[in-house]
């Protein structure tokens, strides 16, 4: 089924995000019982991230795809980058998708490696959407959005204007970068419905259960942190057990007001913890 056909007036998707583990063939059990769980949920899908710069690790992600829809029968999307990757690569890779019954994908360009050398048929995700959608239309397509602005964009405006051009290629949907305030997503929105992007915009939602993971995290994304977040940060960043139920805490907030805002949906980025994503689950199933 296309995740596309999910989003429905009066309802809002609820979808998880996982990672294979880095020791894949090891930590098979581990994943089946976090799948297990996260599964309970009965999201409306999970989607699976993807090793960029050559790791190799298409083929885990595929077969933790093909676990969710073959054993746990929830829609799965496999996130699938194109910088490194020559078509072949990418005809390889949506081939083993379509054989672990994955049809949906997740089209990123990801980050630039100075230690993976890029290869020269794809430059920008939107070359991969215009790829999948002429050699694999039965696909269904997503794509990443930045309610910050992506670190090597020009500008915001110019950001928006690539957006568009990534949707008007195909993208059937949205998921956006994690982000603590919610402001700046609403903000974000009003600018992309402008530009006249009209596709469903999930809000990326990232509970924060560690103060060293949300260093990391900003690091990595650079997200802003509104003053209550640092505030929180401060207060239980050295309680593990305070800074866990404080972060699940936060994105219940967080998401109750996207929801009371008529948000398309919630991507919420699990980080394989299964206790953390159905605590949040439990707060607000009833909203969805
Ligand atoms: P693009 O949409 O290509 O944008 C990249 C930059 O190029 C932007 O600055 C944009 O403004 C600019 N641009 C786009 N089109 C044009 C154009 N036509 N002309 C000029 N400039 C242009 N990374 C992974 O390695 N694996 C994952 O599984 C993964 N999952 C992710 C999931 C989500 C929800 C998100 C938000 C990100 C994920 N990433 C992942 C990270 C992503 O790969 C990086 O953020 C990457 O730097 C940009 O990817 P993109 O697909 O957004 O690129």
């Known amino acids: 089924m296309r995740i596309a056909d999910k989003f429905e007036k009066n309802k809002t998707v609820f979808s998880l995000?996982?990672?294979?583990?880095?020791?894949?063939?090891?930590?098979?059990?581990?994943?089946?019982?976090?799948?297990e769980q996260l599964t309970d949920i009965n999201p409306d899908y999970i989607s699976v991230t993807y090793s960029a710069g050559g790791s190799g690790n298409t083929d885990n992600c595929g077969k933790i795809a093909s676990m969710i829809k073959g054993i746990h029968n929830v829609e799965a999307v496999a996130h699938l980058t194109c910088l490194t990757n020559s078509f072949a690569d990418i005809d390889d890779a949506i081939t083993k998708f379509k054989g672990y019954?994955?049809?949906?994908?997740?089209?990123?360009?990801?980050?630039?490696?100075?230690?993976?050398?890029?290869?020269?048929?794809?430059?920008?995700?939107?070359?991969?959407?215009?790829y999948i959608r002429k050699n694999y239309p039965e696909m269904g397509v997503a794509g990443a959005c930045y309610p910050e602005v992506h670190s090597e964009a020009e500008s915001e405006l110019?950001?928006?204007?690539?957006?568009?051009?990534?949707?008007?290629?195909?993208?059937?949907?949205?998921?956006s970068q994690l982000f603590f305030d919610n402001e700046i997503f609403y903000r974000f929105m009003e600018k992309v419905r402008i530009a006249g992007?009209?596709?469903?915009?999930?809000?990326?939602?990232?509970?924060?259960?560690?103060?060293?993971?949300?260093?990391?995290?900003?690091?990595?994304?650079?997200?802003?942190?509104?003053?209550k977040f640092s505030m929180m940060i401060q207060k239980y960043g050295n309680d593990p057990i305070a800074m866990r139920d404080a972060g699940i805490a936060y994105a219940v907030n967080q998401i109750v007001d996207l929801i009371a805002n008529g948000v398309d949906g919630i991507h919420l980025y699990t980080m394989n913890n299964p206790y953390v994503a159905t605590k949040i689950f439990e707060s607000i199933r009833t909203l969805l």
């Open 158 to 175: 110019q950001d928006i204007l690539n957006l568009k051009k990534k949707v008007d290629a195909g993208t059937d949907f949205l998921i």
């Open 17 to 35: 995000e996982v990672f294979p583990p880095k020791k894949f063939e090891d930590d098979i059990n581990v994943i089946y019982e976090t799948l």
């Open 101 to 130: 019954g994955v049809e949906n994908i997740l089209a990123l360009r990801g980050d630039i490696n100075p230690t993976v050398s890029a290869k020269k048929d794809f430059t920008y995700a939107s070359d991969l959407v215009t």
């Open 197 to 227: 992007i009209n596709v469903p915009v999930e809000a990326g939602i990232m509970p924060v259960t560690s103060a060293r993971q949300i260093l990391r995290m900003v690091d990595m994304c650079g997200a802003s942190l509104p003053r």
